[in-house]
């Protein structure tokens, strides 16, 4: 097999990668953390979401099961209270895949809003 390579730079050669923020610091400090669902996806292997803020390059993960490590494995993951929020913003009910879930966020002509916010009982996860 031959291969017919060449070193030119893909077209979008200027583009910032990506920096990963944790969403639990915005919240433990500033009682809320928010970003634009531009794009979303489900890894299996590692049981997490992967939010994506595309215009100001910023990206965030959401585990839906705890850590072998984790204080408190009696608590819903957060994954899974961000599945139910998107479940409750899209009307979504019964059996859903994670692609359908992400699906139905990556659909949107308007990018929606996720936000986590500490309450007293806990942390909400909303979209919208």
């Known amino acids: 097999m031959?291969?017919?390579l060449s070193?030119?730079?893909?077209?979008?050669?200027?583009?910032?990668?990506?920096?990963?923020?944790?969403w639990y610091e915005s919240v433990n400090n500033d009682e809320?953390?928010?970003?634009?669902?531009?794009?979303?996806?489900?890894?299996?292997?590692?049981?997490?979401?992967y939010i994506i803020d595309e215009e100001n390059n910023v990206g965030t993960s959401v585990?839906?099961?705890?850590?072998?490590?984790a204080k408190f494995t009696d608590a819903t993951p957060h994954g899974?209270?961000?599945?139910?929020?998107?479940?409750?913003?899209?009307?979504l009910e019964g059996d859903i895949t994670a692609a359908?879930?992400?699906?139905?966020?990556?659909?949107?002509?308007?990018s929606p809003i996720v936000k986590a916010e500490k309450t007293d009982k806990g942390i909400l996860w909303t979209i919208g």
């Open 80 to 91: 899974i209270r961000l599945a139910n929020a998107i479940g409750r913003c899209f009307d």
């Open 7 to 22: 070193n030119k730079q893909p077209e979008n050669k200027n583009e910032k990668p990506v920096e990963w923020v944790r």
């Open 32 to 49: 809320v953390f928010t970003i634009t669902a531009d794009r979303i996806s489900f890894k299996d292997e590692n049981k997490a979401f």
């Open 2 to 4: 031959q291969f017919n």
């Open 63 to 69: 585990f839906a099961a705890h850590h072998p490590n």
């Open 100 to 110: 359908e879930l992400c699906e139905a966020v990556n659909g949107r002509e308007e």
